[in-house]
């Protein structure tokens, strides 16, 4: 009898393991295949060769872009590159990034930025937030950005024990903001049981002078952040589900869950656009590669549109796809007037005309 029960509850952990190893092959992408989609003419973004990990676009069409994200779980061709913000001015007709200057007292060889957001307050003074991982810890970088110079000056490190992996963040004033943690930046031991797991163990943090507290939690991978238009509802990207959680934002700014929406692909960030509040997303179709990762056959890009998200039946377009022969492992993309960006983790950028043959 002993035996039996031996026996059976090793069928059991067996059938829970190979049951979650399909899981982790299915989000991974590794029984996908990618069939090119291109919504029209496409061109490299010059000046980017180490990445674009997170994009912001400012009402004026100059965009601000975090470049050299230096990752233990990722490839990294940028070893004596240090991390920059990179501007580009996309009322240009040959898109060109140049880095911003920091201003002195701020660590410059040790910045490796990550997630960025920008607010603007009612004397158009642009606040930059950026994530930083310094020596592979977690700060939050506030600057303002000085267009006349092209450059940044920075205003306040913020360092806090809840904000201890944080992967994006969204501005919501000059001094608050909400913020992902997942597990990119802690122990290996860690980040692998993780993954392997699917332990939803990843959170949000809603971050004040005032006040820091834990607002959603119980997510896998908390990745992408962003706020509706209408700043009435936060989106959150949660990468190894697959899913993206809408929540509104309460007046003790706690969240509430409103609606999940799930994609067939891995969401990375999310950029909202104020006009239309169409959500646009980096996604990572074959994830699996970068575990094994080969230059001459890398991570695919693809980025998903997402028209009336708050509806009952959002729309959801496929409206770039590759399978690494231009762009490798896209993390962002968002449009402005006819020209469409996307941004990847540590690979170049690229810019496509929108509805062009």
Known sequence: MGKLLILAIFVVLLSAVAYRLLDLCDNLGVFRKLDPVKPGNCYLIKGIEYGSEDISILPGGLALISSGLRCPMMPNFADDQRGQILLVDLNQ???????????????????NPHG????????????????????????????????????????????HELLHSVNDIVALSSDRFYATNDHYFIQEPLKTFGCLSG??????????????????????????????????????ADSSAQNIHIMEINLNNTLTPVKTLHLETMPDNLEVDP????????????????????????????????????????????????????????????????????????????????GSS
């Not at 998200?309 to 729309?315: A, M, R």
């Open 199 to 236: 332990l939803a163990w990843c959170n949000v943090v809603y971050y004040s002078p005032s006040e820091v507290k834990e607002v959603a939690t119980g997510f896998r991978f908390a990745n992408g952040i962003n706020i509706s238009p209408d700043r009435r509802y936060i989106y959150i």
């Open 275 to 354: 006009k239309t509040g169409d959500v646009w997303v980096g996604c990572c179709p074959n994830c699996w590669k970068i575990l094994f990762y080969d230059p001459e056959n890398g991570l695919g890009s693809e980025v998903i549109k997402i028209e009336n998200i708050l509806s009952e039946d959002p729309k959801v377009t496929q409206v770039y796809l590759n399978n690494d022969s231009v762009l490798q492992g896209s993390s962002v993309a968002i449009a402005y007037e006819e020209k469409l960006l996307i941004g990847t983790i540590f690979h170049k950028a690229l810019h496509c005309e929108l």
């Open 93 to 111: 007709p040959v898109l060109k990034a140049v880095a911003l200057r920091i201003s002195r007292g701020f660590d410059v060889e040790s910045f």
């Open 116 to 159: 960025l957001s920008t607010y603007i307050d009612e004397d158009d003074t642009v606040y930059v937030f950026v994530v930083n991982h310094p020596q592979n810890m977690t700060t939050v970088e506030i600057f303002k950005f000085e267009e006349e110079q092209n450059s940044l000056i920075h205003l306040e490190t913020i360092q």
